[in-house]
């Protein structure tokens, strides 16, 4: 039999479940699927057998739409480092047992960077032991950090929310006469994408973020404390967006002063508090007014205000990934590549996973102005077009309905 497995991995977004809805509509329309399982809480669920049957789903039209909208990961995530199976080959032979159980011909991993290592990974463990299963990644991440893809999906949705986030934050801080002091702290831990499209916020005429800084530069403290006090001389209410992941001239995180030091799986420090840590600067530096807000989780599953350009690109990438598959790739990744800004054009292709897994795909330093403290217009022209778009919710009882898998 010719079944397929899917799996969602890493951070929720807005969009990884739409693009799973592209991967159940790829199965019904290439119609070369016999049964779709999907596994439970990422890589985890196919190396401890732990599947659902999702192939009712592929004819339910109503739950399907509904499934589009639902933010996070419906099928649950984990966040599993898979060593090279020349050092532990343990789970891949799990994983290759449940495939054989299942008759699994077709695995698709939609993740970000990590789960795309995964898919690398596997698929070399599948090749060298002559095992005939497609293993294809289909990207997803807000931090747009994927190498290879123009943009990925959950990020427009994200900088949609951003965008909208600041330019109420700047008509909030506007209504007072007092020197005061706004700093938002936006997810980005190398790459300061999401912080970029705070600048989004200006673009119906609002004042948006008065400066920005990205974690693709130094951050200097004497310059941002300058920066801050030339702005409170032009205005009382000053707005900044940061990236979460800012570094001094050392490479230690602004956040480090009051950081706990702990680690995830992968070895990343959690560095949440940027945002505090400047507060507390300005405080005892300039002394007027200051507050600090952390968009945190706020940011990944803001579904009422999703990006319909997200969410249609997130479903087209789930079913290139499937044809893929079913084309006897094996080893890559279903991908966007721009056409054109204007009109915006896109193309959904295919790259090799290896080169993705591992790489980050930082700012060009060509969309940050030369200050260090604000974006290019070649920046607003790259994000504008991937915010358009508004989408149909269904409500239930005053709010958004929702599909829950399990």
Not at 226 to 254: F, Q, T
């Amino acid at each position: 039999m010719n079944n397929l497995l899917v799996a969602q991995s890493g951070g929720p977004t807005v969009a990884i479940n739409a693009t799973l809805v592209g991967v159940l509509q790829g199965a019904k329309i290439y119609g070369k699927i016999d049964k779709v399982y999907g596994a439970k809480y990422g890589i985890e669920g196919a190396i401890k057998d732990n599947l659902i049957d999702l192939s009712t789903l592929m004819s339910d039209y109503d739950k399907l739409d509904t499934l589009t909208y639902t933010p996070s990961s419906a099928l649950g995530s984990c966040r599993y480092k898979m060593k090279d199976w020349r050092q532990d080959e343990t789970p891949y032979k799990s994983i290759i047992e449940t495939f054989k159980k299942y008759d699994i011909k077709y695995f698709i991993y939609i993740g970000g960077n990590d789960s795309m290592d995964t898919v690398d990974k596997l698929s070399e463990y599948c090749r060298m032991n002559n095992l005939d299963t497609r293993v294809m990644g289909a990207p997803k991440t807000i931090d747009n950090d994927l190498n290879l893809t123009d943009h990925c999906p959950g990020f427009g949705s994200a900088a949609k929310y951003i965008a909208t986030t600041i330019s109420e934050l700047d008509r909030d801080i506007s209504v007072y006469d007092v020197p005061a002091v706004t700093i938002v702290e936006i997810m980005g831990r190398n790459a300061g994408w999401l912080t970029a499209s705070s600048a989004l916020a200006r673009v119906n005429g609002g004042n948006g973020p008065d400066l920005i800084y990205l974690c693709e530069r130094e951050f200097d403290s004497e310059s941002f404390l300058r920066d801050v006090k030339n702005k409170l001389s032009e205005k009382p209410g000053v707005l900044v967006a940061v990236s979460e992941g800012i570094k001094d001239k050392s490479g230690a995180y602004v956040s480090d002063i009051i950081s706990s030091g702990a680690v995830d799986n992968f070895g990343h420090k959690y560095i949440a508090g940027a945002a505090r840590a400047l507060e507390q600067l300005v405080r005892s530096r300039i002394g007027c007014k200051v507050r600090s807000v952390e968009l945190n989780l706020m940011q990944r599953a803001a579904a009422h205000i999703a990006s319909e350009t997200d969410i249609s690109e997130s479903v087209m990438l789930g079913q290139k990934a499937l044809s893929c598959a079913i084309n006897n790739e094996t080893g890559r990744m279903a991908a966007v590549k721009r056409i054109s800004n204007a009109p915006y054009l896109v193309e959904y292709i295919s790259v090799p996973v290896n080169e993705v897994a591992n790489h980050e795909k930082t700012v060009p330093s060509s969309y940050i102005a030369p200050t260090g403290n604000d974006v290019t217009q070649e920046m607003m022209e790259y994000l504008r077009p991937l915010i358009r778009g508004e989408i149909n919710l269904k409500y239930e009882n005053g709010i958004p309905r929702q599909l829950v898998l399990f």
